[in-house]
């Protein structure tokens, strides 16, 4: 094995040139969530460098957001694909790229926005296929799956669903998120987010005729009391009623009442208990004649440290040590990200394979070029040798 390492090596120490003209390409051209033509024109980019490493490709278009970017190498195989995932969003406003344009300093970090979150990934993803092709790989098909509005949470996309359908039956997947200095990777993460309850009432003029009225507002506010209540924090059960608009004024007994609510979860069985609890205080209201509901369609499910991610983070971190890397460690953080979607599905899952760095979401981002292609160099050569019962040994 150690001969196709070496020519791994040789490939992407040899395409060092190309790797960093990609990275800058993307770098310089912003794709904030919401800049839907700078997220296409990202997506045209990699799609050009897939199907220029012979991946057939398709996009999957989102009515408000940029769409999703699938993949497929390798489908002569009739094995289960192992995913590259990812997304080609940024946080950015228009304009970042040109106050903040690609660079590398003289300490070997580049600099741009979107530099470590994840423009790398992209590049680290792209070349893992062209070295794995380049070293005769045929074992398994390779499935990349990138969104276009993973930094917005998928908020105005049935994105969410479509990546968890391409998901299914995969054997594993390397989601290629920011990677961490101290070269720990993720192996769990938290998931969460809004949560919106939209309170009915009955209108009425308050001075005219409030027995006719049905407060939504007063309904509201015996409900945050109760959704306050759930919060278990040693347990990571967190609920937080953090905005709440209703009414028009106040002569008028208000006929609606919103609350936003922010939830984190560390894992799905703390989800299900956070959502139970909500809908039990959805169904039942203090007030007479007021009704309620709730939407949950923007939650990030978590990443859960399952069995099967253990084992993969196992694979990976033997992989690091035969090529050289180094050692290894995983950990849970509480950041989000589209891992929780892979894992949802059974697909186990590593994240953070991404360049190493920090400062996301930030002007100050920032990512250690070296770390491009070593981890380029760790990707290739962990799906090289990923066997069908790795989740057995």
Known sequence: ME??????????????????????????????????????????IVRRELEGAGVKTRTIPMEDAGSVLVGEWNNGSTKAPLLFIGHM???????????NPFRIDENGFAHGPGVLDMKAG???????????????????????????????LHMLSNAKEVMGAEAVGAIAAFNFETGYMDNRFVIGRKGGGPVKITVHGIASHSGIAPEKGRSAILEAAQKIIQIEQINDIPRGRLVNCGKV????????????????????????EIKNEILDALQTIVEHNT????????????????????DGVLKLFDHLKK??????????????????????????????????????????????????????????????????????DFTKG
């Open 3 to 44: 001969q196709i390492y070496d020519q791994i090596r040789r490939y992407i120490d040899g395409h060092r040139k190309p790797m960093l003209a990609l990275w800058e390409e993307l770098v310089n051209t912003e794709s904030g969530s919401r800049q839907l033509e700078g997220v296409e024109a990202v997506c045209n």
């Open 89 to 99: 969003d940024t946080v950015f406003k228009e304009g970042a790229a040109k106050e």
């Open 122 to 152: 992209l590049v680290i993803a792209i070349y893992a296929i062209r070295a794995l092709a380049d070293a005769g790989f045929h074992e398994r098909p390779i499935k990349c799956i990138f969104a276009g509005d993973e930094e917005n």
């Open 245 to 268: 608009t209703g009414g028009m004024g106040e002569n008028t007994i208000p006929d609606t009442c919103q609350i936003n609510i922010g939830i984190r979860f560390p894992t799905t």
């Open 287 to 306: 007030v007479p004649d007021t009704w309620a509901e709730m939407d949950t369609s923007r939650l990030m499910n978590c990443m859960d440290t399952t």
């Open 319 to 388: 992989t690091a040590l035969d090529i050289g890397f180094g050692e290894i460690e995983g950990f849970q953080v509480g950041g989000l990200s589209d891992s929780g979607i892979t894992v949802a599905c059974g697909v186990p899952t590593v994240c953070g394979m991404g360049a190493r760095g920090e400062g996301n979401h930030t002007p100050q981002e920032y990512a250690e070029v070296e770390s491009l292609f070593q981890r380029c160099v760790l990707a290739a050569c962990a799906a090289y040798t990923l066997q069908d």
